[in-house]
């Protein structure tokens, strides 16, 4: 528990002091595998995280002791090193920085999507290669092959440890929320697999959000992105029965919903409204999710809003998903033929069970069952998630 609510201030604070990311996340894997062996006979220290740091910062000057006896840097850090004094050496003053460094150099575009993902999870939440491997149904050596190459590919950019400058960390905010929203993503629906939901993907993904709304309080579109998650996650408890099977919005106990989760994303919906810049795209989807949040039956809910809403999206951040999800609210709020005309014309979600499931619901509101059975049996076969394609076939089977 320690290691999964600091390993990021720690692997930050020794990447800080040894300029050198590899090493620092190296060091303390070590540290924690000493923990694990001297804990359990000798206790817990009083400040645990320090003990993981100082230990973490051994490691490091044995590191370069062994590198080069006559190297000026382990002299000048040899130098520096304390014996046994733990506390002292965990510096609260540098951590903010430390993680806010550590989560853009990890989200650096130097990487590919599948190596920010992981090295995130990795250094920036804590999770062994084993759990990330088995949030996103890989092999244990595949995650670790894309951790070890994304490592050696930022010693070969010399990708600096350090804050970016504000101009660049601006820039580069983006691609760190798109990052945090892929693994709130996949944990919210499960692209393959036995499970619609993977909630402890979702929440780890949520807790680094929270983490990045402290450490950048002043960007709108970060709290849009927690606002999102939380408004989102906060209907995970109604969206599966007791037995894993998806629940239709229209099915679920409402009751159910966290309304925790709801006020929190609520707060942080006002907070991303309160920076007078408008809402950016996470934004807009944590307001469309805030409708529903509000809506007490999928009847009362304020369809035209949302259809207004996803076309400010539409615009901000085109896509064919958001097009998509703007014809179901269209046929909510004005009818399935309205909203079929939309589908119909959409392009780029070739080979996605997406648009062949939309439009066999929509022609099943239109009478057309043929046509409707034929897409939803297409969107089945399409389908990579268990959970998911069992509920196609349910429809597919209640319009014979």
């Known amino acids: ?129 084993e759990e990330i491997a088995r949030a996103f149904l890989v092999p244990v050596p595949t995650i670790q092959a894309r951790i070890t190459r994304a490592k050696k590919t930022l010693a070969a950019a010399r990708v600096p440890f350090e804050l970016p400058s504000a101009e660049l960390r601006r820039e580069r905010l983006g691609g760190v929320g798109n990052v945090l929203y892929l693994i709130f993503s996949e944990g919210a629906n499960a692209t393959a697999g036995e499970d619609l939901l993977r909630v402890d993907l979702a929440d780890e993904a949520r807790r680094l959000a929270r983490v990045l709304s402290r450490l950048v309080p002043d960007d709108p579109e970060v709290h849009g992105l927690l606002a999102l998650m939380e408004l ?42 309160s920076k007078g810049r408008g809402l950016g795209a996470f934004g807009l989807q944590a307001a469309i999710a805030s409708c529903h949040a509000a809506a007490p039956s999928v009847a009362e809910t304020d369809w035209g809003t949302i259809v207004l809403l996803y076309e400010a999206l539409g615009r901000l951040a085109p896509s064919p998903i958001v097009d998509l999800n703007r014809a179901v609210a269209v046929s909510r709020a004005y009818g399935p033929h309205e909203a079929l005309t939309i589908v119909d014309q959409l392009e780029g979600l070739a080979g996605s069970h997406l648009l062949p499931s939309v439009r066999g619901e929509l022609l099943a509101q239109l009478g057309r069952t043929h046509e409707a059975r034929q897409e939803l049996e297409r969107a089945a076969e399409l389908c990579r998630n268990e959970r998911e394609r069992e509920l196609l076939r349910g429809k597919v089977n209640r319009l014979k």
């Open 1 to 129: 528990m320690v290691w999964r609510i600091e390993s990021a201030r720690i692997v930050g604070a020794l990447a800080r002091f040894t300029q050198d990311f590899s090493l620092a996340e190296d060091v303390a894997q070590e540290a924690l595998a000493e923990a694990l062996q001297k804990w359990p006979r000798e206790g817990v220290p009083p400040n645990p995280a320090g003990w993981l740091f100082t230990v973490g910062r051994r490691r490091a000057v044995d590191a370069f002791r062994r590198r080069s006896a006559l190297d000026e840097r382990y002299t000048a850090l040899a130098h520096e090193q304390p014996q046994e004094h733990h506390d002292q050496q965990w510096d609260p003053d540098a951590i903010d920085d430390d993680v806010l460094a550590l989560l853009f150099m990890a989200c650096h575009p130097v990487l590919s999507a599948e190596a920010r993902v992981g090295l995130t999870l990795r250094v920036v939440g804590g999770l062994t290669s």
């Open 232 to 273: 989102t996650a906060a209907r995970f408890p109604a969206r599966v029965g007791p037995d894993g099977a998806p629940i239709l919005l229209e099915e679920q106990n409402r009751r159910r919903w966290d309304r925790a989760a709801i006020v929190r994303g609520q707060a942080a919906l006002a907070q991303a409204t």
